[in-house]
């Protein structure tokens, strides 16, 4: 069991397009700000500042695990921008997927492997959901196995996130819960799936196919019809859907759907996270920071 308490430090971080121009003498009258001044950063700029703050973390000599997606990416060029202009020297990146490794290589980013490195010092990626607990939703993408394999060896995970990813609950947003499932049986386990949630109000999954957006949160009738996605271990993916999110014990709900036969693992990240690293809209950067005790479980 873990006992947690979250604290967040704010730290302001100005966008290019949020710096203003001096003011004029009194006598001469201040110019009316540009458009350019007062439009909000882009969703990926927000992005950019989460995973450069994070990257600032990145020591020479460390082993890095490497996330997966959109936000990750920004966090990837950066520790290769930092390798070519020799602020970082013997790093090596434990990928977390086909697609971040790569990604990485293009980068400059030497790879390894959890069977080299078994303990990460420092990873960093993204994460669909974040609650108040700094628990998430990860692998709408996919990776969620290879993400929590190489995460949680990790000596600490950082999260990086703007604060659209911010919900009161897991499941909040009316997305995808991914879990990964053997092809083998797979109606079988969605089935199993669906006992375990019935009764729950606005409760629905789905196999997810290849023509699948795993964020849309409705679905082509047809889609049965359609060749399952495929994750980079050969598995299939059931999206689950909570119209409310997931109330109640989550470690229990996490164990009950490990428990059926033909789950291999699902995208509840709990207790993982050490820091969360929030771009917000106005510029300002808050890291959240997760100290917990543990009885060694």
């Given at each position: 069991?873990?006992?947690?308490?979250?604290?967040?430090?704010d730290?302001?971080?100005?966008?290019l397009?949020?710096?203003?121009?001096?003011?004029?003498?009194?006598?001469?009258?201040?110019?009316s700000?540009?458009?350019?001044?007062?439009?909000?950063?882009?969703?990926?700029?927000?992005?950019?500042?989460?995973?450069?703050?994070?990257?600032?973390?990145?020591?020479?000599?460390?082993?890095?695990?490497?996330?997966?997606?959109?936000?990750a990416?920004?966090?990837?060029?950066?520790?290769?921008?930092?390798?070519r202009?020799?602020?970082?020297?013997?790093?090596?990146?434990?990928?977390?997927?086909?697609?971040?490794?790569?990604?990485?290589?293009?980068a400059?980013?030497?790879?390894?492997d959890?069977?080299?490195?078994?303990?990460?010092?420092?990873?960093i990626?993204?994460?669909?959901?974040?609650?108040?607990?700094?628990?998430?939703?990860?692998?709408?993408?996919?990776?969620?196995l290879?993400?929590?394999?190489?995460?949680?060896?990790?000596?600490?995970?950082?999260?990086?996130?703007?604060?659209?990813?911010?919900v009161?609950?897991?499941?909040?947003?009316?997305?995808?819960?991914?879990?990964?499932?053997i092809p083998?049986?797979?109606?079988l386990?969605?089935?199993?799936?669906?006992?375990?949630?019935?009764?729950?109000p606005?409760?629905?999954?789905?196999?997810?196919?290849?023509?699948?957006n795993?964020?849309?949160?409705?679905?082509?009738?047809?889609g049965?019809?359609?060749?399952?996605?495929?994750?980079?271990?050969?598995?299939?993916?059931?999206?689950?859907?909570?119209?409310?999110?997931?109330?109640?014990?989550?470690?229990?709900?996490?164990?009950a759907?490990?428990?059926?036969?033909?789950?291999?693992?699902?995208?509840?990240?709990?207790?993982?996270?050490?820091?969360?690293?929030?771009?917000?809209?106005?510029?300002?950067?808050?890291?959240?920071?997760?100290?917990?005790?543990?009885?060694?479980?």
């Amino acid at each position: 069991m873990q006992t947690a308490c979250t604290r967040t430090v704010d730290v302001a971080i100005p966008l290019l397009h949020h710096l203003k121009p001096d003011l004029e003498p009194a006598a001469s009258p201040s110019p009316s700000p540009s458009p350019l001044a007062t439009m909000a950063p882009s969703q990926d700029e927000l992005k950019r500042v989460a995973a450069h703050r994070a990257v600032e973390l990145v020591e020479s000599g460390m082993v890095i695990g490497l996330g997966t997606g959109s936000t990750a990416a920004h966090a990837l060029d950066r520790i290769g921008d930092l390798i070519r202009s020799g602020g970082l020297r013997d790093v090596v990146g434990i990928p977390t997927s086909e697609w971040a490794a790569a990604r990485a290589a293009a980068a400059g980013i030497p790879l390894s492997d959890l069977n080299a490195h078994p303990v990460v010092d420092l990873s960093i990626d993204g994460a669909d959901e974040v609650d108040p607990a700094l628990n998430l939703v990860k692998g709408r993408g996919g990776s969620l196995l290879r993400e929590k394999m190489v995460e949680g060896a990790s000596r600490r995970f950082v999260v990086i996130v703007d604060d659209s990813k911010l919900v009161p609950r897991l499941a909040a947003s009316g997305l995808a819960v991914p879990v990964e499932i053997i092809p083998f049986g797979w109606a079988l386990t969605l089935h199993r799936l669906q006992s375990l949630f019935d009764g729950v109000p606005g409760f629905n999954l789905r196999l997810r196919t290849a023509s699948i957006n795993a964020k849309a949160t409705t679905f082509d009738k047809n889609g049965s019809d359609l060749e399952p996605f495929v994750t980079d271990n050969k598995n299939y993916i059931a999206d689950l859907f909570f119209e409310n999110g997931i109330h109640g014990d989550l470690r229990v709900i996490s164990d009950a759907i490990l428990r059926i036969t033909g789950v291999v693992e699902h995208g509840l990240f709990l207790g993982l996270a050490s820091s969360v690293v929030v771009a917000h809209k106005d510029g300002a950067v808050v890291v959240k920071d997760k100290e917990a005790t543990s009885n060694g479980i």
